[in-house]
């Protein structure tokens, strides 16, 4: 995939993109300036982008930009939504977990890649709010997904200690 201003998606999002039902709508956590939310588009899933800033996220016809700051307290901007896919990359914020797992519906898919504690030796994010824990992925879904693929390990480019799942939700 040729790179362009928004980036290229990450590896583990292209790999595991399968997973998302041909027909599925998706949604893109916290999606910046809209690179998975571009590639999925591509794949022709309808993507629903949130943002804080949505004036980064491309025009397309598939993605509609949602513009919510999920911080600042206010409640979860989409409570009667069910998506066939969630994305979620580089953004941690616990609050919004429960939520977000409510939010995929049976059988959709959870493709969640983010930093996790020791990744404080390489830079920011540093700070344990923004840090997962050992197996805290895996703890998001227990009971409620299959887990198709998990990993917490160093990676190379950027150097980071990630965490990221691929699972589907249970029927």
């Given at each position: 995939m040729a790179d362009d201003a928004r980036g290229t998606p990450l590896p583990w999002i292209v790999q595991w993109a399968g997973l998302v039902s041909s027909h599925a709508t998706?949604?893109?956590?916290?999606?910046?300036?809209?690179?998975?939310?571009?590639?999925?588009?591509?794949?022709?899933?309808k993507v629903v982008a949130i943002d804080r800033d949505i004036s980064r996220l491309p025009a397309h016809s598939n993605i509609e930009p949602l513009a919510a700051d999920l911080e600042d307290g206010s409640p979860w901007p989409l409570p009667e939504r069910r998506f066939?896919?969630?994305?979620?990359?580089?953004?941690?914020?616990?609050?919004l977990m429960p939520a977000l797992i409510e939010a995929i519906a049976p059988g959709g898919v959870l493709l969640y890649q983010t930093f996790m504690v020791g990744n404080e030796r390489f830079g920011k994010p540093s700070?344990?709010?923004?840090?997962?824990?050992?197996?805290?992925?895996?703890e998001l879904v227990r009971g409620a997904f299959s887990v198709t693929a998990y990993?917490?390990?160093?990676?190379?480019?950027?150097?980071a200690m990630v965490q990221r799942i691929a699972a589907r939700r249970l029927p």
């Open positions: 998706v949604l893109d956590l916290a999606a910046g300036r809209g690179r998975h939310a571009l590639f999925l588009a591509g794949r022709g899933h066939g896919a969630v994305v979620v990359t580089n953004y941690l914020h616990r609050p700070r344990p709010e923004f840090l997962l824990n050992d197996g805290e992925l895996l990993e917490a390990r160093l990676i190379s480019d950027p150097m």
